[in-house]
């Protein structure tokens, strides 16, 4: 195993994290938003209104798209098992 394959396992390894976690990320960054903004045009200054929605938000699509995540994450496992397989 040289540098380009041990940059190109990292490499995949990483855009694996950022797309199993993308979803959860962006409906909890959606949410807050969007309390953010209810905050603003009410003037409800309560810190502790944002996690809750936010939990639920998440818990929401982390169910909903589980599948697609562990398809993400198993093809990720079949590739590092091939490269181990093959001798890299």
Do not use: H
């Not at 996690?51 to 599948?67: D, E, G, N, Q, R």
């Amino acid at each position: 195993m040289n540098e380009v394959d041990a940059l190109d396992i990292v490499q995949s390894a990483i855009w694996t994290v950022i797309v199993a976690a993308g979803p959860a990320v962006v409906a909890a960054m959606l949410v807050g938003i969007l309390i953010a903004l209810l905050q603003a045009l009410t003037q409800i200054q309560e810190v502790t209104l944002t996690f809750i929605p936010k939990i639920i938000a998440v818990l929401v699509v982390t169910a909903l798209s589980a599948t697609f995540v562990g398809q993400q994450v198993l093809a990720f496992t079949q590739e590092i098992y091939g490269r181990i397989a093959t001798g890299f």
